[in-house]
């Protein structure tokens, strides 16, 4: 990021408390983490549930911030420091809106491509495709680990270089709006809904809503760009049909891992499509496949390409046409992606295999959770081949409201019917998990109901040998990071 002072203050149509020394002068970065701030940074001051930002705005002046951006006036002490340093001091409504128009500001600088992604699951592994394949062809900028909220999705524009030619910014969301928002100060030309499931049907409520929500970067993409929608999403076509795609002249492709998308699915399937045929899984639970593509998005021809995945999971198959399907419209040849997706590598703390000390293997998938990634994770492990036993150490999935008892009784019932040896359930909600294993089959003595991930640790820790293949799953909130941590030691 570098602009001007004078349009940081215009961006956000601040009050200025202080001015600095030039309005010319120039902006080199945003944080709202004081420990972070450079020479040249504007800091912004946010109240938290536990800490008000106000309380360090002037380390982060004495650190170099060239602006301070605060939601209430500043003490007179802080005032004559940021006077005396040649700080200026701005006072905006809402430093979440504020960071968020700046970025705009910078995007509106750029001339990259912006690819924006979303989906209830997925979506991280997506992201994370599509910037391994498009840095081996351009300057990629893309989310870092899950920082897609009001927050990270901003500051992953404003830390993109001005030489970024391809930029991929994650959209996550909790309510409706949200997603609009960062799409209108992304400003993507292509998206990528990876699917709708259940998370958070604790606030939307219906599944209907949580489609409406996603469709809100399909609303965004301008004629001409590109949207992609999974075919095996039942949603896909009530998106496509609510974001008016086909009427607004936004090329769609359809992309599937259950063989070729037909018209039958509707108008916004009958032209582009990428899908896998011949899906097999490796003895380490990697896919392999052809990748298959039709359309205006390969110029009309049919392709075919053999590929091998890095990463683990069925699962991953419709992520990876997915990705494949974003890097041939953003400009990369069929045969260069199809090379490129063998080469990407998987996101810390999703699906990620870890060799432990003890000789056991751990599929670490602990950053997040939710009712149908959690059955593909247990699918996963199944289908590992390994020595010793399959143990799953899972923990409660938030968010899921009106779902979640069946939510967590479904992976239950997939961990008996997969033949799962071992569960150990973390937590409240995951109680109704270890009940429906036992329901559907699974001995009683195989399941292990404990309270926190301290307990999971110190359970597993005593039986865990060497060949034995362990999972770790749950919503981030539960910790569960603390057992893959601990097992690898």
Known sequence: ???????????????????????????????WDSREVKPGFVYAAIVGERVDGHAFAVSAIEAGAVAVLCTRELDDAALEVAHAAGACVLKVADTAEAIAEIAAAWRATLCATVIGVTGSVGKTTTKGLVRDILSTKYETWATKGNFNNELGAPYTVLTAPASTQMLVVEMGMDRPGQIAHLAAMAKPSLGVVSIVGTSHLEYLKTRDNIALAKAELLDALPEGGWAFLNAGCDKSAFMAEHARLVERGVNVCAFSALGEPDASLGAWAADSAVWAENVTIDPEGRPRFELCARGALVGGERCREQVALSLRGAQNVSNACGAAAVCIAAGMEFSEVATALAQAQPESGRAELVR????????????NAAPESMCA???????????????????????????????????????????????VCTGDLSRGMARAAEEAGMPREHIVCVNDADEALAYVSKTISEGDAVLVKASHYMGLDRVVEGIIE
Do not use: Q, W
Request: hydrophobic share 50%; glycine share 12%; charged share 25%.
């Open 1 to 31: 990021m570098e602009l001007e002072i004078g349009r940081v203050i215009e961006a956000c149509d601040a009050r200025v408390l202080v001015e600095p020394e030039s309005r010319d002068g120039a902006v080199l970065g945003l944080t």
């Open 377 to 423: 994770a247990l699918a996963t492990l199944a289908s590992y081949e390994t020595a010793g036993r399959r143990i799953a150490v899972l923990g409660d999935m938030g968010e899921l409201g009106v779902s979640s008892v069946e939510g967590h009784a479904k992976a239950g019932r997939v961990a008996a019917e997969v033949g799962i040896d071992v569960l």
């Open 356 to 367: 432990a000390k003890c000789g056991a293997v751990v599929f670490n998938d602990a950053y």
